[in-house]
């Protein structure tokens, strides 16, 4: 959701440092992209084009210079086009935002008013009219007097021709300030850092930085200078790039089976499981929230602390959470769960929850992120970086530590044990997947795909519509497999294709009559099941995937892996970029 980068190099080429951050930061959008560098003579001079990153590159030959900010963008306000791409300027200054200028219209009117000419339809333009009014020769205190005026969110980066560095600015969008041996570095992301970084500093909200080649110093919002820690940068959470791969996704599919062992190694590691154990016992209710494919996980998740641990647990959207009266005791246990840890409406809502009295845990792909600073625990992920838009990995590694924490109501070390028994049934499915390839052809050949289960599967099958939808465009829906005949009936024809998931032996029989439901109204059957009698009985009318053996409720584990290797190649056999799905980005840090 826009991503911003800016270098202060002791020496080399800035355009160059930032174009590559700008191409390790794409996920985060790809509407357009820009960067402003400031050359040897003090002059900025900016690049910028509607699309992809690589649009830039015929443009940064001859540029020079140490310092240099950029940003690739998720439109919101105005289309993607070379007028609306940042840097915006105005006077001797450049600026990158990240965020949302919710007054936007109100300073806009203001500053025309005072004869300021304005030439994109963005909100963020105001930002560098503002900072360039406030101007009076000293940097510092013209930022700190603009985003005064701002309400919304913001991380920003500010070029001045007078200055040799670079001002940062954190306001509820991410951004973290990077060390290394040739300079210092801000950026949206961890991942995204230049391998150079080897530790950093998390600005705050209200923070003010100024970066120079050598250091970062802090501000709060009135200019007084703040302390920040700064800790170490590992290699594994850096981007390493996608190997031999096609696509990260498909990299990132097959990088489930160390998520599981990380994930489960650091539960124990560096979770203070005796407090977590705690809030979960004493926990009256619990209550999971995300977005997209993390709320999808709590649904999957539900089951575990219901079926298994007899817990209440109601799972529910963030965005829907945080407008909603739902009943919070100070026994009330909140799962946030968020790969980024920076989900606007997840860190929004477990923010007002926790105010309310709840006790707010996150599960969370991102150490450093928003939620951690939220929650009482964190519990992470450690599926590393995931590049992809789309969750794979990091969908499988919060089924793995939610499964770890509904698993302290018991005996969690059994817990683990069984979720890394499951290592060899993901590899085997991994090492032998040209069912996929065959499903993938009829998702292709169908105008809908409706994705069915009861029970667990039901849940799976909702994330399985969702990756199938988003990286392929092709319309789809999850549902619970008896609720076909109350309506969904009606869509099926010989266009469509319904995947059917049966991996919960007791509820066989009712997915079977679903299978022929379709059949009869001559609609296409793809069923998916880790039940050979299943398997077999089936094999004549549909296409079949028989994935290994495993419980019911440990088979999302393995299903969901099957089913993203089935959006996968449905994406690449339509054309599709996987990594890139039209209108998405990574982390979405606004409302
Ligand atoms: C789907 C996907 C999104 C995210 C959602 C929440 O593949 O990636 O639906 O799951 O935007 O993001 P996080 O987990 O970062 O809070």
């Known amino acids: 959701m826009c991503g911003i980068i800016g270098v202060a190099l002791k020496s080399g080429n800035a355009a160059r440092e930032v174009y590559s951050g700008l191409e390790r930061l794409e996920y985060r959008g790809y509407d357009s992209a820009g960067l402003s560098v400031r050359d040897n003579d003090g002059r900025i001079i900016t690049v910028k084009r509607g699309g992809r990153v690589a649009n830039l590159q015929a443009g940064l030959y001859g540029i020079t210079g140490c310092v240099a900010i950029g940003h690739t963008r998720w439109a919101t306000h105005g289309e993607p086009n070379d007028v609306n791409a940042h840097p915006h300027t105005a006077g001797i200054f450049s600026v990158v935002h990240n965020g949302i200028i919710e007054n936007f219209r109100e300073l806009k009117d203001e500053l025309q008013s005072s004869g300021e000419k304005f030439v994109s339809e963005t909100d963020s333009e105001v930002i560098v009219r503002l900072i360039n009014r406030e101007y009076k020769g000293d940097v510092l205190t013209a930022v700190a007097a603009a985003v005064k005026k701002l309400k919304g969110s913001y991380a920003l980066g500010i070029l001045c021709a007078d200055f040799k560095g670079i001002i940062a600015v954190k306001y509820k969008s991410p951004v973290v300030v990077g060390f290394g041996t ?3 570095t801000l950026c949206s992301d961890i991942p995204a850092l230049p391998d150079y970084v080897n530790s950093v500093c998390l600005p ?16 709060d919002k009135d200019l007084q200078p703040v302390n920040r820690v700064r800790r170490p940068v590992f290699a594994g959470q850096l981007n390493a790039g996608r190997g031999d791969y096609p696509h990260f996704m498909l990299k990132e599919i097959y990088e489930t089976e160390q998520t599981v062992r990380d994930t489960c190694e650091s539960f124990f590691r560096n979770v203070d499981v005796k407090r977590l154990t705690e809030y979960v016992r004493g926990a009256d209710r619990v209550i999971i929230t995300g977005c997209g494919t993390a709320y999808n996980a709590g649904l999957v998740a539900a089951r575990f602390f219901t079926d298994r641990c007899g817990v209440f647990c109601q799972v529910e959207i963030a965005s829907e959470l945080r407008y909603s009266p739902v009943h ?12 980024s840890g920076e989900t606007a409406d997840t860190v929004e809502a477990v923010s007002a929850l926790k105010e309310r009295g709840a006790r707010v845990i996150a599960v969370t792909n991102c150490g450093f992120s928003a939620i951690t600073r939220v929650a009482g625990l964190v519990v992470p992920v450690c599926a590393g970086a995931e590049v992809c838009v789309a969750a794979t990995k ?6 793995v530590a939610l499964y770890l924490i509904a698993g302290l109501t018991g005996d969690v070390f059994k817990a683990r044990g069984e979720l890394l028994s499951l290592c060899n049934g993901i590899s085997s499915l991994l090492n032998d997947c040209s069912k996929a390839g065959l499903i993938a052809e009829k998702c292709a050949a169908s105008s809908a795909v409706f994705f069915l289960g009861r029970g667990i599967d039901y849940a799976v099958a909702v994330e399985a519509s969702l990756k199938l939808k988003e990286v392929s465009y092709i319309f789809s829906d999850g549902y619970p497999a008896g609720e076909l005949k109350h309506g969904t009936l009606a869509l099926v024809d010989e266009n469509t294709l319904s995947v059917i998931l049966i991996c919960d032996k007791t509820l066989a029989d009712k997915c079977e009559n679903a299978v022929s439901q379709i ?18 009985k089936l094999s004549g009318s549909a296409e079949v995937w028989k994935i290994p053996a495993c419980s019911a409720e440990l088979s999302p584990f393995v299903s969901a892996v099957a089913l993203q290797l089935i959006a996968y190649k449905t994406a690449v056999l339509l054309g599709r970029d996987p990594d890139k799905p039209r209108n998405l980005a990574k982390s979405v840090t606004v409302e």
Do not use: W
Request: overall charge negative.
């Open 182 to 184: 040739d300079g210092v």
């Open 204 to 219: 705050e909200d209200g923070d003010i930085v100024i970066i120079t080649d050598k250091s970062a110093s802090f501000y």
């Open 328 to 339: 919070i005791t100070s026994a009330t246990l909140v799962i946030a769960v968020s790969q």
């Open 394 to 399: 990091s969908y499988i590694g919060q089924l």
């Open 519 to 536: 059949i009869s109204r001559k609609g296409k059957v793809a069923v998916i099941t880790c039940l050979a009698d299943v398997a077999e």
